[in-house]
Structure formats: structure tokens, C-alpha cells
């Protein structure tokens, strides 16, 4: 059984990070690419050196945890879990979903790594890793799970394979 599947995010981010910095070129497109300028290829090497800084505190902290750079992300379902997805992909089609079995699960508040992205302090690793709420009444769940995942609904998978999953246009 697969332990996981890369993140776009996360393993995206630490793979370009590599590849500018051995001096490849990172654009946008297939066909007529569009080059990213030096301030995106900057935003990328930063990106790259915060997953890989969750990805040791992780390896310190919780060994026997989900990576970020190998899990599916997951949020509840409500309207603030909802809401949190959008507010970092944007318009999308949302899925329900189970898991039929997981082998590592993770429960983090997204709101320490925004923290650390400002400001690189260690508490704000360990925060996350020890599953910290930043505050009770606000707490942005996400859930790290190394396993598997079911669409709750087939018409959800109709509606993905005839669409796609967006962003969409606000």
C-alpha cells in the first residue's frame, strides 16, 4: 500500500527550491512558458526552506507523524473548514470524503505556519507539531493523513471529471 501521495504545495515547493537553486529555470506552461522573475524564484526558495524546516521539526517532534511533503490535507466539514480551504486554494470544488484507513493521522492549526512564514521562531514548529490550537475560538484544522481517502459521493467524481476542480472564477 502507498504511504501517502506528494502535495503539490509542499513537495512542489522543496523540489523547485532545488532546481533554482543548481540554476534551473522554473515558468509557468508547457507551451510558450512564461519564466517567473526573481521575486517569485525568491518566494519559491523561501516556501522550499519552510517545508523543509516543518519537515525537521516534524522528524524531531513527531517521528512517527505524517510529512507534510507525503499526506493528503484535509479540513472538517463545516463552514469553517470549508471557509479555511478557500481562503488558501481559492474558489474550488470541494469534496466530501472518509477514510477507510489511515496508518498516520496529524492534527494541526494552519495559523502557526502562516506565523512562521512571517517570523521563523522554533515555538511556532513546535506548536504545530504538538497539535496547539493558536486560539480556541479560531483554530484553522487541518488534518495530515497518510492513508487513503473516499469520495463520500459518486456525483462528486462525475462533477470533477466534467469540470475539474477549479479555481474558478469569483
Same mark, same amino acid.
Given at each position: 500500500?502507498?504511504?501517502?501521495?506528494? $502535495?503539490?504545495? *509542499?513537495?512542489?515547493?522543496?523540489?523547485?527550491?532545488?532546481?533554482?537553486?543548481?540554476?534551473?529555470?522554473?515558468?509557468?506552461?508547457?507551451?510558450?512558458?512564461?519564466?517567473?522573475?526573481?521575486?517569485?524564484?525568491?518566494?519559491?526558495?523561501?516556501?522550499? +526552506?519552510?517545508?523543509?524546516?516543518?519537515?525537521?521539526?516534524?522528524?524531531?517532534?513527531?517521528?512517527?507523524?505524517?510529512?507534510? &511533503?507525503?499526506?493528503?490535507?484535509?479540513?472538517? +466539514?463545516? +463552514?469553517?473548514?470549508?471557509?479555511?480551504?478557500?481562503?488558501?486554494?481559492? $474558489?474550488?470544488?470541494?469534496?466530501?470524503?472518509?477514510?477507510?484507513?489511515? &496508518?498516520?493521522?496529524?492534527?494541526?492549526?494552519?495559523?502557526?505556519?502562516?506565523?512562521?512564514?512571517?517570523?521563523?521562531? $522554533?515555538?511556532?514548529?513546535?506548536?504545530?507539531?504538538?497539535?496547539? *490550537?493558536? +486560539?480556541?475560538?479560531? *483554530?484553522?484544522?487541518?488534518?495530515?493523513?497518510?492513508?487513503?481517502?473516499?469520495?463520500?459521493?459518486?456525483?462528486?467524481?462525475?462533477?470533477?471529471?466534467?469540470? =475539474?476542480? =477549479?479555481?474558478?472564477?469569483?
Amino acid at each position: 500500500m502507498p504511504q501517502g501521495v506528494p $502535495t503539490p504545495r *509542499a513537495t512542489w515547493y522543496v523540489w523547485a527550491a532545488a532546481w533554482v537553486r543548481q540554476g534551473g529555470h522554473v515558468g509557468i506552461d508547457a507551451e510558450n512558458t512564461r519564466w517567473l522573475p526573481q521575486d517569485k524564484l525568491e518566494r519559491i526558495l523561501r516556501l522550499g +526552506d519552510i517545508e523543509l524546516a516543518f519537515e525537521e521539526a516534524r522528524r524531531r517532534q513527531l517521528p512517527e507523524g505524517p510529512s507534510r &511533503l507525503a499526506s493528503l490535507y484535509l479540513a472538517d +466539514d463545516s +463552514d469553517q473548514g470549508r471557509a479555511h480551504v478557500r481562503r488558501m486554494l481559492g $474558489t474550488v470544488f470541494i469534496l466530501k470524503v472518509t477514510i477507510p484507513w489511515a &496508518l498516520r493521522v496529524a492534527r494541526v492549526d494552519t495559523k502557526w505556519f502562516d506565523l512562521y512564514c512571517q517570523e521563523s521562531k $522554533t515555538e511556532y514548529l513546535q506548536n504545530y507539531w504538538a497539535s496547539v *490550537a493558536f +486560539d480556541a475560538t479560531s *483554530a484553522r484544522w487541518e488534518y495530515l493523513v497518510d492513508g487513503m481517502i473516499q469520495v463520500s459521493d459518486p456525483a462528486d467524481i462525475e462533477y470533477i471529471r466534467k469540470f =475539474g476542480a =477549479g479555481p474558478f472564477p469569483a
